[in-house]
């Protein structure tokens, strides 16, 4: 494989590792480099703080998936050695042959065992065992919690509406943040989340009553998708404690509740794909502060579909450092199972693996043709979703450019029947996401055939529905708005 910085600075937990790794590197901190015969391990010492040095290496026994290994106690994954050594090979430093190491041949061995478990799991047909059941009474303990803590919520909540949003500036924020904590005890960290939006916005207009009017409709947003999630949820757990079903199903519900899926979960209830190819769009990072933590997210275009996806990479403050960051990505990334969370538009996705490989040219030519047939599909597509009172309030989407100008001050997009939408900042998303004013920066005439992609939202202020837009797609490439 080819050791590129990009390649590396997408390893790395975040910018700091991965410059103080390259710094290790450049002053010659490593030392005893080896490598096996078929190159799938690297391994060399790196002087530490201490009298001892590190003991380092890369397995890619599978390519895709590196395995950095350190002897060092950092808690960061890949550590700035593990990265440093990345940087030794970028350089093309000298490594010499070796025999494999007895303790990384027995970790191969477990691991080995482990993909033969595993590959033992799945039933006749070729469909993959079902996870194990789990325990029936601990989850039906949980279920109960869960109901009492849905009763607890509706309470609040009618409270709240019969008083009145103008009791917000009168409320204490604590009795929120009580709330929130109280239903995390009953597991509804979904709920408990939306409660502590709620707080936020009591404090905005406690700190600035000038702030009331936005922060009412925002609790009022909040306290409406609530509603429809407790009285939906109800239902949801009533009728899998009555049937005896404790494990995920295929329903938005579960996520809103605080349920958090994994792999096996998604791939059980058939929500994944095989053979996907991907190529990203859009980036942007944000911070979510009710659950303080760092947003990443990655827009998708399917190359074969032309489903649009999301990624998210949360990474709480606590341990920023400690969590892998993510950031753009410009190659097509070639994923043997992609498992896709359940919902309506924009969905998340997630892999354990991928390849990646540059864009051919008729392969970004091909881009722009799987956009939407006009903005009348696209439009009747974002009200159809944004209705449902669980689905946030827009829909990633990629139209056709016909022409893209200014009426007045606005800018606006026009398709080739004569449709047209209002290209505009998302409030939601904050100035740090403002990129209209750079479409002033295009040429004048797009390539034909080009598309734009964006995130179509109800702009409540005149109660239209508008365009964020987010890149351009040509034939040729991807002009990106933001990251």
Known sequence: MEWTEQFILLQAPNPAAAENGRKLSGKGSFSA??????????????????????????????PDAPVCRCS???????????LGLMFELAAKKPFETADLPRDIADKRARQAARAVKKEAAVEEGGKP????????????KKLSKQLEGLDMAQRMVDDLLC???????????????????????????????????????VRAVQKDPAQAEAAYAEALRLLVALRSTIKKSRVFLEQKLEAGSYSPEDSALFEALG????????????????????????????????????????W???????????????????????????????????????????????????WESAST????????????????????????????????TLAPKFLAVLVPIGRLGKIGEEFVLEDSKGDR?????????????????????????????????????????DRALCLHPYSIVTPKNVVRLLY
């Open 163 to 201: 008083s009145g949003l103008g009791t917000l500036a009168g409320s204490s924020a604590q009795t929120f943040d009580k709330l929130a904590k109280d239903l995390g005890s009953c597991y509804l960290t979904g709920p408990q989340t939306t409660f502590t939006r709620i707080a936020l916005a």
């Open 129 to 140: 065992a079902k996870p194990k059941k789990p325990n029936a009474a601990a989850r039906k």
């Open 259 to 298: 349920g958090v899926w994994k792999l096996d979960d998604l791939r059980a209830v058939g929500s994944f794909k095989e053979n996907a190819r991907l190529v990203q769009l859009s980036f942007d990072v944000s911070f979510d502060p009710a659950k303080k933590e760092q947003v990443e997210r990655g």
């Open 421 to 461: 939408v209002l290209l505009r900042n998302r409030p939601e998303d904050g100035a740090d996401h403002a990129c209209v004013e750079r479409l002033a920066m295009l040429p004048a005439r797009l390539s034909a055939g080009s598309a734009l992609f964006g995130l179509m939202f109800y702009d409540g202020r």
């Open 300 to 350: 998708w275009l399917d190359s074969g579909s032309g489903e649009l996806y999301q990624t998210l990479n949360l990474r709480p403050l606590k341990a920023l450092n400690y969590v892998k960051g993510e950031d753009s990505r410009f190659d097509l990334l070639e994923i043997p199972a992609l498992y896709v969370y359940p919902g309506e538009g924009n969905r998340r996705v997630r």
């Open 72 to 82: 060092c106690p950092s808690r960061q994954f890949p550590c700035k050695h593990a």
């Open 357 to 388: 490989r540059p864009l051919l040219p008729q392969e970004q030519s091909v881009l722009p043709t799987l956009a939407q047939p006009g903005l009348a599909e696209a439009v009747k597509h974002t009200k159809g979703k944004i209705k449902n």
């Open 33 to 62: 480099h080896r490598k096996t015969a078929d190159g799938t391990l690297y391994w060399a010492e790196c002087a530490g703080s201490g009298k001892n040095s590190y003991r380092v290496s890369i397995d890619l026994s599978q």
